[in-house]
DNA sequence: TGCAGTCCAGAACGATCGTTCGATAGATGT
DNA sequence: ACATCTATCGAACGATCGTTCTGGACTGCA
């Protein structure tokens, strides 16, 4: 056998395509395993799953991050890790109370949709893993619900939320967008931004308790 | 050896006490597999896991279950599987409207409290299980979706909401009670009525979109 | 030409998984 | 007294797990 590396299709595929070269066969893993993950969870997804669905051997995850938590650590780096700072940059712009929560809330939703499956595994799995609970990403949730916090009081200094407990109330706006984020699917009947517009609207009745302005 | 299976403990215990007198196995198996399946999910623990925890064979646990599924099966039918007929009971009862609505949504987070943990575990792995997918777990979120998208539409139809989208406000509302289940502690600094009432508020003025009437 | 570095396959390792099986001690019924 | 049933143990089975290792093909640089 001499040829056991050459592409094994034969004359009518490229004569060089190392999956490397084709695409980055790192971006096909992490595209791979967020698939798997969302689908059975982290501890039910086996890398020889991921291997064998693109058809590489399993040194190729180990090669390219370590281990399977690695491997994981990848997946939330390019899509969660930023979420936070995503939620403070749309905090900090100009603007009253009102509107910068509606922009944060936007914010979030859009990144949600936006890195949908990987959302869902950093939800499900985050108080899980690496037995004592992975630190960084308690620290994501953390920095988000303060996000929330931290303006829920701004809006109820100036009188615009009436509930003394912000905490709960950051609480249930946290329900609401990481609930939609498993029942949103983007072939859906409405518009994403006709979805966009009813959880908001929701969200923010159920904040301030009256009607908004009409801005 | 001849007393293999004496208990190990000797004199100063009871003389005779296995474990199914002194409270019932099958509760204490139970009991400790929702624990784990909460804390490390459903794939995340062993049987092994399971038994060393209560110090006995894992063979009881096919004595009494089957099989690992049917330990997960067991747990749901004692707690998640009387969800829906619970609410569709508070939804048959009478008064208006919103009066019903009230009465569904403080039964759901009554019945999310008490079963807290088995919820979470229902939730969390409901979409994972034997393979193709659990039939009868999907239904059970099917039917309970199918009560708040009943009385909204109902209530849409009085007037009281004006959002066209009653199945977005009703996923809305499940966001807020099922993420309720994952930050709720019991020992927190509120007691459980204030909590009910913070959330009830918030959602009541969500699907509305205006303050209620007094009552 | 040689040599180091990168990329990948395939076999193998020990651990752990869900599950099965025979044995046994005690309770129950005849 | 004997047979049956229930509850439990401990050992074992094959499968699968995450991980490691060896080696080969290729690239880039001296």
Redo the contacts with the bound molecule.
């Keep these: 056998m001499?040829d056991?590396?050459?592409n094994q299709a034969g004359p009518d595929s490229a004569p060089?395509a190392?999956?490397?070269e084709r695409g980055g066969?790192?971006e096909e893993l992490l595209q791979t395993a967020v698939d798997l993950f969302a689908a059975r969870g982290f501890?039910g997804?086996?890398?020889?799953?991921i291997?064998k669905t693109l058809?590489?051997?399993?040194?190729?995850?180990?090669?390219?991050f370590?281990?399977?938590?690695g491997l994981w650590s990848a997946i939330l780096d390019y899509s969660v890790k930023g979420l936070p700072a995503r939620l403070e940059a749309a905090l900090a712009g100009g603007g009253h109370a009102l509107e910068r929560f509606r922009r944060v809330l936007r914010a979030h939703l859009a990144a949600s949709a936006h890195y949908q499956k990987e959302s869902k595994i950093f939800l499900i799995d985050y108080d899980r893993m690496s037995a004592a609970g992975d630190q960084a990403s308690k620290a994501i949730q953390k920095r988000v619900l303060d996000v929330y916090v931290g303006i829920l009081e701004e809006m109820q200094a100036e009188g615009l939320v009436k509930s003394a407990q912000t905490k709960i109330l950051a609480f249930n706006v946290l329900g609401v967008v990481n609930w939609y984020l498993r029942w949103y699917r983007p072939d859906g009947p409405l518009a994403p931004e006709e979805v966009y517009e009813e959880i908001v609207t929701f969200v923010l009745y159920g904040v301030i308790g009256t009607p908004p302005g009409r801005n």
Tied chains: 1, 2.
């Excluded at 058809?55 to 390219?64: A, D, E, K, P, R």
Aim: no cysteine; proline share 0%; aromatic share 6%.
């Design positions: 001499l056991t590396n050459i060089e190392t999956e490397r066969l790192r501890k997804t086996s890398i020889r799953d291997a058809g590489v051997s399993v040194s190729v995850i180990y090669h390219y370590g281990n399977k938590e």
